[in-house]
DNA sequence: CTGTTAGCGCTTTCAT
DNA sequence: ATGAAAGCGCTAACAG
């Protein structure tokens, strides 16, 4: 089934059943009627790469993320897909592994692929490679804020919520609260720890530097880093994991030792995960609502590709209180 | 950056850079050299979409799973992703959202973008659909076999695992042994369920038909099912979740029931998802090799296209036994 | 409003 | 072994 046949049978030109494919121009209604008769009859669907070969575009969105089983990005991706797919947008989506030189190399791909625009999650790339790309089409990046033309960023408040969450456990009580960070050459990580030293420092605790732990957002460096602090002897009572999945790892390693979560100590995760609603207990956490950040952000590359302005929109970011958090005893 | 220029500046015909780009016929030492010579000078790529159009292929294979956002799902997807870049295939991810008619729907929007082939990851399309579709294009399809031209199945031995998890209750010296089963309409569900039965009956166990309790698949369902049997009074010692995020959703139930595992209940989940090395107590579980299965699937997939035979592989299930079961008390 | 005419960048006969 | 030429199916000026 081709365009040409359509028209064939609907006894018009091939570029009358392209205007009414596309909404270019206007056609006249028993036209109009004769095409869409044409089209359901014969089953016909436009073939897309011809399309995008004659019109410059594919139709399809390359998404960056970091890892795609991370079930964080996997929220965000089915938001990217949600939005793109309404507008006969395809995502296309690679993984960058936490890699700036093989994220780059993706990046590659999808411009050899003649992808409309890039979106980015949270990337590694630098902001310098991401402005030039801009030049040539539409990026859309999360989790750092940047200006420039045919570029467009989502950031969110990371370091007011690492500033949350610590104030959380301290007005709970706490004094001593650990926290375990995640990789310092991400923004996110370095945002959440920064919150952390100014919600202590605010309210006049000191910060104990062997109390900050790095990990690697797995679990595994969460349960790394609570052998450590552990080891050293260094006591806490409030826990504030980067990321669940790292608080996830730190449970296990605080289940391991016997010490109870939230008798002992109470721990605060960042994400919530739709599976914090169902650890042991359920995890109090900062909500990053990563669903609706794919959607902004693949509604954003909408409006980007067909150059309407974008409207801010507010991500909040806030505190979801569950049971892994207790006032301090005593 | 075209392949005409490529050709001008290596001083050959468009045709002969075509053939080097794709290794369709033998060229002479010199030329290739000043072919690739070029292509290195001018950052050349081909473009995909003229390619697809020229030659019938998109370099492209859909993917169709239920949920992108699962766990289980998303390592499958990842090994489908590392097997099909080797080959410059990209993947393009659709999701059925559990829904025959959806799925359908997607699947029609996977052949109008032309894709060379399609791997349904356990989709609630029928066999006869399938294989009308295999007539036209590659099929792969996991969680069910299925013989015929054009068609590749994979299937896992989910009526032996079940009974493979339930004899591990058994040996473990559980008589009463709850089951919560997934959706009945999906196959992988039914046979967990038909194991589960063998198992209980070759031991000489009754089977308890109210001791049976069916799930979404979802945290959510084995909370609720579980609320449900504790309701009813039944007791039990030993409980088989058909997969591991019912599990969870088991597990917090009997946490607010004050209901310990494993010394009350002993809990074996199915999947062996990633995150369950991390639960507490770390959950004993059937272990998908869902990575390797997407692996599979893709390479499959490659082989079909190219026409070429497919090895059998086996993928076997294993009980992997961590904290969560233990052998019954008194 | 609508038909005609060029391509988009590449592959693939068909000659040579 | 290699070049010339004819499309693949569609869009986008360009004329009416």
Chains 1, 2 share one sequence.
């Not at 929220?75 to 947008?89: F, H, N, Q, T, V």
């Amino acid at each position: 089934m081709t365009l040409e046949e359509v028209a064939r049978r609907a006894g018009v030109s091939p570029s009358t059943v392209s205007r009414i494919l596309n909404g270019t121009a206007r056609v006249r209604e028993g036209k109009r009627k004769a095409v869409e008769r044409a089209i359901a009859d014969l089953d016909y669907h436009p073939n897309v790469m011809a399309r995008g070969l004659a019109g410059g575009r594919s139709m399809s969105v390359g998404v960056i993320t970091q890892d795609i089983a991370s079930p964080f990005f996997n929220e965000a991706l089915k938001g990217i897909e949600d939005s793109l797919a309404r507008a006969g947008y395809a995502p296309l989506f690679v993984s960058g592994h936490w890699n700036a030189s093989k994220e780059t190399e993706r990046m590659a791909l999808l411009v050899a692929r003649r992808v409309d625009g890039i979106i980015v999650l949270t990337g590694m790339i630098d902001d310098a490679t991401l402005l030039t790309h801009a030049q040539r089409m539409p990026i859309v990046v999360t989790g750092r804020s940047l200006q420039g033309p045919g570029l467009f960023s989502i950031s969110l408040a990371n370091e007011q919520a690492g500033y949350d969450a610590t104030r959380h456990l301290i007005e709970l009580g706490h004094t001593r609260i650990a926290h375990i960070a995640g990789p310092e050459i991400t923004a996110d990580a370095r945002d959440r720890l920064a919150g952390y030293r100014r919600a202590l420092t605010e309210a006049g605790l000191p910060v104990d530097e062997r109390l900050i732990a790095f990990g690697d957002f797995h679990e595994t460096g969460g349960l790394l880093a609570i052998n450590h602090l552990l080891e050293s002897r260094l006591n806490f009572t409030g826990l504030f994991a980067a990321n669940d999945q790292m608080a996830y790892g730190a449970r296990l390693a605080l289940y391991r030792k016997g010490i109870r979560v939230p008798e002992d100590v109470s721990l605060i995760g960042f994400d919530d995960l739709p599976s914090s609603l169902y650890t042991t207990p359920p995890l109090t956490s900062v909500r990053q609502p990563a669903y609706d950040l794919g959607k902004i952000a693949g509604e954003a590359m909408l409006r980007l590709i067909q150059g309407q302005p974008i409207p801010v929109t507010d991500l909040p970011l806030q505190i979801i209180v569950r049971e892994s958090t207790l006032r301090r005893r005593g």
